[in-house]
């Protein structure tokens, strides 16, 4: 037997939780433990799910950046011009989603924090949630997609091991090559999103 509010087992015919004090109701905690779910399960299963909403994608405004844009700064200021982006990318997603991903902000600190560590699990995590996000509302069935590129299949790969190829090389002498990296995945970040957020070229 399983206390409903916070998960502490409990000796069977308690009324009352050892932890947190809660009432125990024997039924409601018999149906609990026969579904295979208390409420501390559907609180922490809630928060790996990621909530789509296709109605506000519709609504997301997602800007264009050229490729010549994303490349020049994220060379001329070293990188630091991702953060920008990471903080539009992730406002866009959470935009777009029933519960946020993480504070854009926080995120920044984060990534400074850990030296650019973190943006691997940002940058993989906006990837799979633009891919979802673009499923939702019909990939590339979607009309207003026609004349949008689809994300290359294997994206999800290129940010995850391409950000850990640009960490390791942040600190040995191919400084430049991990500049080359990056810009290659701020890019295909920048045009996933602009794919699942129906962004065309203004020119």
Not at 4 to 26: D, H, M, P, R, Y
Not at 63 to 86: A, D, H, N, P, R
Not at 92 to 115: G, R
Not at 167 to 188: K, R
Request: glycine fraction near 4%; include cysteine.
């Amino acid at each position: 037997m399983f206390c409903t509010e916070c998960g502490t087992q409990l000796s069977e015919g308690s009324k009352f939780c050892s932890n947190c004090g809660a009432s125990i109701s024997i039924k409601n905690n018999v149906k609990e433990v026969k579904s295979g779910k208390s409420r501390l399960n559907q609180d922490s299963s809630s928060e790996k799910e990621f909530e789509v909403n296709p109605s506000l994608v519709e609504q997301t405004n997602f800007t264009y950046e050229s490729s010549l844009k994303v490349g020049l700064l994220c060379v001329v200021t070293f990188g630091i011009y991702y953060l920008f982006l990471l903080h539009k990318w992730i406002k866009s997603i959470n935009a777009a989603s029933e519960k946020d991903f993480i504070d854009p902000a926080v995120a920044i600190v984060i990534t400074i924090v850990t030296l650019g560590a973190a943006a691997i699990y940002f940058d993989y995590q906006i990837v799979v949630r633009s891919e979802k996000l673009a499923k939702s509302t019909n990939g590339n069935s979607n009309p207003r997609r026609k004349n949008l590129t689809p994300p290359t299949a294997d994206l999800k790969n290129i940010v995850l091991y391409g950000g850990i190829a640009v960490f390791v090389m942040q600190f040995t002498p191919a400084l430049i090559l991990s500049l080359i990296f990056t810009v290659y995945i701020n890019i295909n970040i920048q045009r996933a999103l602009e794919y699942t957020f129906f962004t065309q070229n203004p020119n």
